[in-house]
């Protein structure tokens, strides 16, 4: 009888932490979700360790790093602030870290890591003082719904480019077909076609099926998969490990200060834009549009940006890719303390990671990016210079390939808009102040 009894009492201990049943979900579709946000944001222990990697960063050690700040800042997200997000070394900023910071500029990899950390500093004071949350009251609801349909666009064209269906063109227009031929792309079309068809039937875990499916089939028939071990044991205390390598006297010199506030501008919308999007895709706002424990995930990721400084990895950022999760029926915090353990695991695992080719999650991040356009039928078109804001903010998102520049544009078509339709009467002083500071971000050259 004892041992009859011990299930249900874990698994009301783990309903009850997490508020599963309370918002509508349950332990499977949890477990689910949370293997399908690992699965859709795995490549980046590759990318993250790759572009690193051309700026002499040792590609081991950030390998290990990139594990360490998505376990920290998953782990933090699920078990404190109980929301399905994930969170990781952010690309975009990764890609600044890169190119601008270190190849650009010429800053030594231990102050580039005391910036990060001074950045994640300066980030969490400004969410645990309120200011995050401020902007996200002071978010007019068109541009809020325009960022996730902005998000939604960013997704289709991240994933497209992947696997090269959607590529640069030389010239003419910035982008063109690929090689519709290509086994990625015609795997890609295949799979999306199955994710929308499982997702209608209702099949549990359709997303993560139809993932598991197509890397399955990359191991079978296609020769650039392949299986390349199980194990790998890290190393964290070689001469080439970069954690506790930062300079934070470093980051303090004059020079290095603009950069950090360059970083935090673009953490605090870029960031906060993508949690929003993500949150009101797994309908977890509340009455005022409001993100359901959003102090705690504001202040998240802004602490998992300062600890990617001291283990030696880019700012860190909620995935854009939690919203595959949050399609497959994540609500709670165990979809994302699940991904950290993962993460984790994938330290020892790295092989492994191998396995999930471009194409495998390509079509959840694609799925995920027609479900996120579904935005457009909460624009209030009653108020048609929100809504246009709105959409002002979604089409530049994914024309500059920036989040921030579509945020700043909403604002600016806002506001001028109010002004010159004899509306200025409606518009708020915090909105005002955010389209200034923004402006001023931009104008001033800081913009990244």
């Known amino acids: 009888m004892k041992s009859d009894q011990a299930v249900p009492l874990s698994r009301s201990t783990l309903d009850r932490y997490f508020s599963i049943s309370a918002r509508g979900s349950s332990v499977k579709q949890e477990v689910i979700a949370g293997f399908t946000t690992f699965l859709a944001m795995v490549y980046s222990v590759i990318v993250v360790p790759n572009m690193l990697g051309v700026a002499g960063f040792d590609t ?4 290990v790093a990139t594990c360490l700040i998505a376990a920290f800042g998953s782990l933090l997200m699920g078990l404190w602030a109980n929301l399905p997000m994930a969170i990781g070394c952010a690309i975009s900023l990764t890609a600044f870290t890169a190119f601008s910071m270190v190849l650009g500029q010429g800053i030594s990899i231990p102050v580039t890591l005391g ?3 001074m950045m994640g500093v300066v980030f969490t004071l400004v969410s645990v003082t309120g200011i995050r949350q401020w902007i996200l009251t002071n978010l007019p609801k068109g541009i809020a719904h325009g960022t996730g349909i902005g998000i939604g666009l960013f997704l289709l064209l991240i994933a497209t480019n992947s696997v090269h269906l959607i590529v640069a063109n030389d010239a003419g227009l910035p982008v063109k077909l690929g090689d519709i031929h290509s086994l990625p792309v015609l795997a ?24 598991i499916a197509l890397s399955v089939f990359g191991l079978i028939f296609d020769p650039s998969v392949t299986y390349q071990g199980f194990f790998a044991f890290p190393d964290f205390f070689s001469d ?14 004059p020079v290095i200060l603009p950069i950090v506030l360059a970083l935090v501008m673009t953490a605090i919308f870029d960031a906060t834009g993508t949690i929003r999007a993500v949150a009101g895709q797994a309908e977890l706002l509340d009455k005022d549009d409001n993100i359901v424990g959003g102090g705690k995930a504001l202040t998240s990721d802004s602490v998992s940006s300062a600890f990617a400084g001291v283990v030696g990895g880019a700012p860190a950022a909620v995935y854009i890719e939690s919203a595959a ?21 994938m ?3 790295a092989p492994l990671s191998y396995l999930v080719p471009a194409y495998a999650t390509a079509p959840a991040l694609m799925y995920v990016g027609l479900l996120m356009l579904s935005n457009v039928t909460k624009l209030n078109f009653d108020d048609k210079v929100d809504a246009m804001s709105g959409l002002t903010c979604a089409v530049f998102i994914i024309l500059s390939c920036n989040i921030v520049t579509g945020i700043m544009l909403g604002f600016v078509t806002l506001v001028v808009g109010r002004i010159f ?9 915090g909105v005002l102040a955010i389209t200034l500071g923004l402006v001023v971000f931009y104008l001033g050259g800081w913009a990244i």
């Open 421 to 429: 339709s004899g509306e200025w009467r409606a518009i708020k002083p």
């Open 60 to 63: 081991g050690a950030v390998f």
């Open 325 to 345: 999760g949050t399609a497959a029926g994540g609500k709670t915090g165990l979809t994302a303390t699940l991904v950290g353990v993962m993460f984790l695991l």
């Open 115 to 117: 910036a990060i950390f």
């Open 240 to 253: 080439t490990s970069l954690i506790g390598q930062l300079d934070i006297m470093g980051a303090l010199n």
């Open 188 to 211: 890609t079309i295949v799979g999306l076609a199955a994710t929308i068809g499982l997702e209608r039937r209702g099949v549990p875990g359709g997303i993560l099926l139809v993932i």
């Open 347 to 349: 330290m020892f695992l």
